[in-house]
């Protein structure tokens, strides 16, 4: 396709009855919700101008390059007091495979990462556990601490302070006062929209049973991130139970969010993948012609911010997800599972560039904070700066060899 194609194709993903942008919008511009909304429901006759509307779109942001994260996984507990329908993670206190990490194992997993190049340690957990569970507020009281987050804050700065890795926490809902206190230790850190749509919190729903996943608590969070300048990564979950518009309107609010504070530094679109021991075991999964067209809106959307989808999650054909738009892969592991979606490996690292370059793309290992929100974060001294001078190169990625 030709780049007198590709400007048509843009301009015509601007037009809408109702559409706010202008037809003649050059690349860089954002559609519009109308736009956004035709597109995703496209025939597979016009997937084609799509992907090519986004490859280019992309091309401008960051050309030539897709980044990923070495990273280890730390899931330093899985008791959780949310019952998602989707996850396999959560664990209850007595249950099969329940643990709590201690710093030594932290430590251990850290040291073992260290050592293989990785760079980002990336600490999930359950939100909040310790309200429900007294196993977990025992747990906490024998380790020294008076919750889960303080726990974490403690493990953040064990990682920053006695490793090279830099961590990045997935903590859940927090309070302004512990965004703070996290970004003290962390250069960035993350939490899911998933869906803004609240009926999925209904009886049956995907987040039934899971206070912590109300879309205007999470978005609180957000929001609070960028009221103090956090890098922060978000996204959305597609596939469990929401609309196509639900999945416009949620990259609408991260978009809103965005441009109010300039802090958004991913967005991951993950797709839901079924799974024999979950409630939603039968549930269907998004076709990867649905994950190709809500990656590519996603990117149309947000023409000037990192779009991310998860590699194994889209395996054999994670590839294609080159045409739609991605500038990352998002964070893989030379060591250690995907603890959310065990049973879906990553890619081995030289096979991931291999397909990278087969679509033309040089592969580059960044850090768990994005070149672009260095600047802001280094600018308070400190561990956490000095770390990050450290790992990074002149370009603002990881100083390592991909």
């Not at 986004?54 to 996984?73: Q, W």
């Not at 007091?81 to 932290?106: I, K, L, N, S, W």
């Not at 403690?154 to 996290?182: D, Q």
């Not at 054999?316 to 490996?345: H, Q, R």
Request: glycine share 6%; hydrophobic share 40%; with cysteine.
């Amino acid at each position: 396709m030709t780049l007198t194609t590709v400007n048509s194709a843009i301009e015509r993903l601007t037009r809408s009855p109702r559409a706010s942008t202008p037809t003649n919008a050059p690349l860089g511009t954002a559609v519009s919700r109308d736009a956004a909304l035709r597109w995703i429901r496209c025939g597979d006759d016009a997937l084609p101008e799509l992907l090519a509307a986004a490859h280019a779109a992309k091309e401008r942001f960051k050309p030539r390059i897709i980044t990923y994260s070495r990273k280890i996984f730390i899931p330093l507990t899985n008791l959780c007091r949310d019952y998602c329908g989707y996850c396999t993670f959560r664990r209850d206190p007595g249950q099969a495979g329940a643990h709590t990490m201690t710093p030594e194992e932290v430590l251990a997993v850290a040291r073992a990462g260290e050592a293989t190049g990785c760079t980002e340690a990336l600490f999930s957990l359950g939100d909040k556990p310790e309200l429900i569970f007294p196993e977990m507020r025992d747990a906490l009281r024998h380790l020294g601490y008076k919750s889960t987050l303080h726990y974490l804050e403690a493990m953040c700065e064990l990682v920053l302070r006695e490793t090279s890795l830099l961590p990045h926490p997935n903590p859940g809902l927090m309070s302004a006062e512990w965004i703070e206190r996290l970004a003290a230790v962390s250069p960035s850190m993350g939490l899911m929209v998933e869906t803004t749509n609240v009926n999925l919190m209904s009886s049956g729903a995907a987040h039934d049973n899971a206070p912590d996943k109300a879309p205007a608590k999470r978005l609180r969070t957000i929001e609070e991130a960028g009221k103090q300048n956090v890098p922060f990564t978000t996204g959305l979950l597609i596939g469990i139970g929401e609309s196509l518009e639900d999945r416009v309107d949620t990259l609408l609010a991260i978009r809103d969010l965005h441009e109010c504070y300039g802090h958004i530094q991913e967005v991951i679109v993950q797709n839901f993948r079924a799974k024999p021991e979950i409630p939603m075991a039968l549930w269907p999964e998004p076709s990867p012609g649905k994950m190709l067209r809500t990656v590519a809106v996603a990117r149309l959307l947000m023409p000037n911010v990192n779009i991310q989808a998860p590699p194994n999650l889209s395996a054999p054909y994670y590839d294609d997800l080159l045409d739609a738009g991605i500038n990352d892969w998002g964070g893989i592991s030379p060591l250690t599972p995907d603890y959310i979606n065990p049973e879906k490996p990553w890619p081995h690292l030289e096979q991931l560039r291999l397909r990278t370059e087969a679509k033309g793309f040089e592969l580059r290992q960044r850090l768990p904070v994005y070149p672009e929100f260095l600047a802001a974060v280094m600018a308070k001294p400190g561990l956490l700066s000095e770390k990050l001078r450290a790992a990074q190169d002149h370009q603002g990625l990881a100083g390592r060899a991909a």
